[in-house]
């Protein structure tokens, strides 16, 4: 028998395409190598002829693709002698930088929206010891705070204008094009601050121009109709969505993403709260797969494109699911459609529970 060496992470795993040198000392959780889940059942129930992957990034060690990221921005924030760190968060940003910070032994600032942060996130940041304050406005007005904390105190940001973040999760392209041996026809990914589809595209094109695959995906990002700043061509004042985590109406990486949209000849596309919510509802029911409602969108929206046609059949389509599902538990149980049945505790009445409800 042979033993596979131990996964560090995805800092030791792509060290070479990363800006870290032989002595820096890595954060890590063990981030990354997430799995690539090809749907069995989905497009066969909406009866189309397509092979539909989900990379499932909820499986990260906080249960977003943001630790691809912050374990980067915090590994250079340590080398750099920060000794804390502060991010604007509709959440997982929160909560991956509140682990990390515990594991470098730094301080985690982080500014959240008032009532607008789904419960499983906002636990990981109290219980990591963050130091959470909450503001009564939403993410794009915490953002401009933390900009401004930034140019005046030694404070290092960790949102994903620091340029670490994108460095960091670019990586999660590299793992999908060594799985499928080459890139998928179409990439869809949720769209909010536009970092991670930006840090995608960075990924796709790095190993295009080495020469380790010879083609690159359409790179196709979605928004929640209510926050959609590039479906209406300009920045949207107040975002609304139950995605909270892409409730967000001034995107940090604007120009970036137009850019990644004309390079790839990809588009933007926009769904509503039901459609977004009725993918994460197919998921779950009928390929076991649990993520969180703005994860969702990504595959809402290749649906509806693969629908009109705009992604044609026989295509080869990846779907990021940024987050896990367990991160928003209350969405979750009203989304669910059979709910708890009580019964006494006997046998007459558990059986009869269980012959009503036989498929
Ligand atoms: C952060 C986040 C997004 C949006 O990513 P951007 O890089 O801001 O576009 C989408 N989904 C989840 C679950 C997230 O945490």
């Known amino acids: 028998m042979t033993f596979r060496p131990r996964y560090t992470g995805l800092i030791d795993r792509y060290r070479d395409r990363l800006p870290v040198h032989d002595d820096t000392r890595i954060i890590s959780l063990g981030e990354g190598n997430t799995p690539l889940i090809r749907l069995n059942n989905i497009p066969r129930l909406i009866k189309q002829n397509v092979d539909i992957y989900v990379k499932y990034e909820g499986l990260n060690p906080t249960g977003s693709f943001k630790d691809r990221g912050m374990t980067m921005a915090v590994t250079k924030a340590v080398e750099e002698g920060s000794r804390a760190i502060i991010c604007a968060s509709t959440g997982n940003t929160s909560a991956a930088a509140a682990a990390y910070a515990s594991r470098a032994g730094i301080t985690a600032f982080v500014l959240i929206p008032e009532g607008k942060i789904a419960l499983g996130k906002l636990a990981q940041a109290m219980i990591h010891g963050a130091v959470v304050i909450q503001i009564k406005g939403n993410f794009d007005e915490g953002m401009e705070l933390v900009k401004q904390i930034g140019k005046e105190t030694p404070i290092t940001i960790v949102n994903s204008i620091n340029p670490y973040r994108l460095q960091g999760q670019k990586t999660a392209a590299f793992e999908i094009l060594e799985e499928l041996s080459g890139a998928p026809d179409f990439h869809c990914i949720p769209v909010g601050n536009a970092g991670n589809i930006t840090a995608h595209w960075m990924g796709y094109k790095e190993y295009h121009e080495h020469g380790i695959v010879n ?118 149980i009203k989304q669910s459609t059979r709910g708890v049945l009580t019964t006494d505790a006997k046998l007459d009445s558990v059986k009869r529970a269980i012959l009503d409800n036989l498929k």
């Open 215 to 332: 083609n690159l995906p359409r790179m196709v990002g979605y928004q929640a109709s209510g926050a959609a700043p590039f479906m209406r061509g300009k920045m949207v004042d107040n975002p609304d969505t139950i995605a909270t985590a892409i409730r967000i109406g001034h995107p940090q990486s604007w120009d970036k993403a137009w850019v990644v949209q004309k390079e790839s000849n990809g588009w933007f596309d926009e769904c509503t709260d039901a459609e977004l919510l009725a993918a994460q509802k197919m998921l779950t029911e009928h390929e076991g797969v649990f993520c969180e409602p703005a994860s969702a969108i990504s595959l809402a929206g290749a649906m509806k494109d693969i629908a009109s046609g705009k992604i044609p059949q026989g295509s080869k389509i990846v779907c990021t699911l940024t987050g896990h599902g367990l991160k928003d538990p209350d969405t979750a």
